[in-house]
DNA sequence: CGACACTTTGACGCACTTCAAAGGGGGTGG
DNA sequence: CCACCCCCTTTGAAGTGCGTCAAAGTGTCG
């Protein structure tokens, strides 16, 4: 059983463990095998969850908010390959050591699994296995089509994150940024002033409105998507 | 018995079939549970293996020669997402289309085998699970160095890219190029123009040796990996 | 030998970066 | 509640790395 892997990974966690399980039910998480068991750790913004190179001991689902994956080049220049939201798996690798670091874009709340117990249980789980294949499968593909994205131009770059960020909300089209303009920058292989500029050209152009920083109303999708490229 | 799965996916594989796995042997292809079962085919350079959103109905080992996967663009540009040498596995997905299409960078020599076969194997043959698992880890491990490669220059492009396949031979310095300057550029994200000069300022900085248009030697990898980033 | 595809080189233009400075927004303390 | 500060965002001007276009050079195969 899972739950007889479940430890105190760190204080507070192991403080707030049963309080925020009991939370999340209320939060609209989508519920599966994954939720009953784990570790609930809370990170202040900005915090790491695991660094480059540490070994993969835990999975994570994460529970509330967002949590980008960062690789840094010797320079200081930063990549985030992936931003995660709610209810999204993270961290599962193939290899022992995680060759991304992750870390909180706001306050952020995970539950965390023990790999070694979740693997041996798939081992006899077909359904989990089958999870956990999908999973590898998604982040193959989430890989492959951020290999596109890096060969488009910036404004492509930008309107393409649009849609994809838009796809996880859309019924109404306002989109709430939880990051910064710093980390879409990374994210898109462009500077800040780039992206800032592009989503000006995107609001001259119709396809979008800027009410605030951090919000985003898609005003007209299919303008968006002719620009992708 | 995966044997049992074999037919004839072209005639001309149908054909050389036997004779084809007989060959194979004396290549020095690294052997694994593959290599005894499954269709030997036959592609000319250029020539398609599978094509992008086609059902991904088999799963290959690359016998001889080089592969490279690709992406179009609407606008007709292409993204070469990797290149495969002998004995690589390739075409695995974890969903039931290839994101991707194949194709020979040279003539070469494929084993196909039987998506179907394979996974309902691997369900009861946990080291064959393994091997698939592991194989998923490298794809998603290769998917993400190319996103690092492509926010990088230039130069260092093609400083990385050159070191990657000199790894692959590492005991001599000398790499055979199967493939052109055109694959080069589309898998870098540069132009073919942009692929040439990085080259000659690499051999100007005593880096490398461009004896002829296919071979390259790795004079310097320190100063290779100096420029990496 | 000639046709052809690929590679290389040069000149020029542009998209994006860099550098600099001004313009909010939100939080804290008075 | 206002004032101040800090961080983030936005805008402008100038620089540059890479793309584009054009043409010459090189290897290969019939």
Not at 74 to 97: P, V
Not at 175 to 192: C, F, K, Q, S, W
Request: proline share 2%; glycine share 6%.
């Amino acid at each position: 059983m899972l739950s007889d892997e479940i430890v105190a990974v760190s204080y507070l966690a192991h403080l707030r463990n049963r309080a925020m399980r009991e939370q999340l039910t209320g939060f609209g998480v989508p519920v599966s095998r994954f939720d009953r068991v784990g570790i609930a750790m809370s990170f202040f913004r900005n915090s790491e969850i695991y660094g480059e190179n540490e070994p993969a001991d835990y999975l994570y689902k994460l529970a509330s908010e967002t949590i980008r994956t960062c690789k840094l080049l010797a320079d200081g220049r930063r990549q985030i390959g992936a931003f995660y939201t709610a209810g999204d798996l993270f961290g599962l690798e193939a290899a022992d050591k995680h060759p991304v670091s992750a870390e909180a874009v706001v306050d952020s709340t995970v539950l965390a699994f023990k790999r070694n117990a979740v693997m041996s249980l798939a081992a006899s789980n077909s359904a989990l296995q089958g999870e956990l294949w999908a999973l590898m499968g998604q982040e193959l593909q989430r890989a492959r089509r951020h290999n596109l994205l890096l060969i488009k131009t910036a404004l492509e770059r930008v309107a393409s994150f649009l849609l994809e960020i838009g796809e996880r909300s859309e019924i109404n089209s306002n989109v709430e940024l939880p990051m910064n303009r710093r980390d879409i920058a990374d994210h898109l292989g462009l500077t800040v002033e780039t992206v800032v500029r592009s989503l000006r050209s995107l609001e001259v152009a119709s396809a979008i409105a800027l009410p605030t920083f951090k919000r985003i109303v898609l005003r007209d999708r299919e303008i968006l998507k002719r620009m992708c490229s």
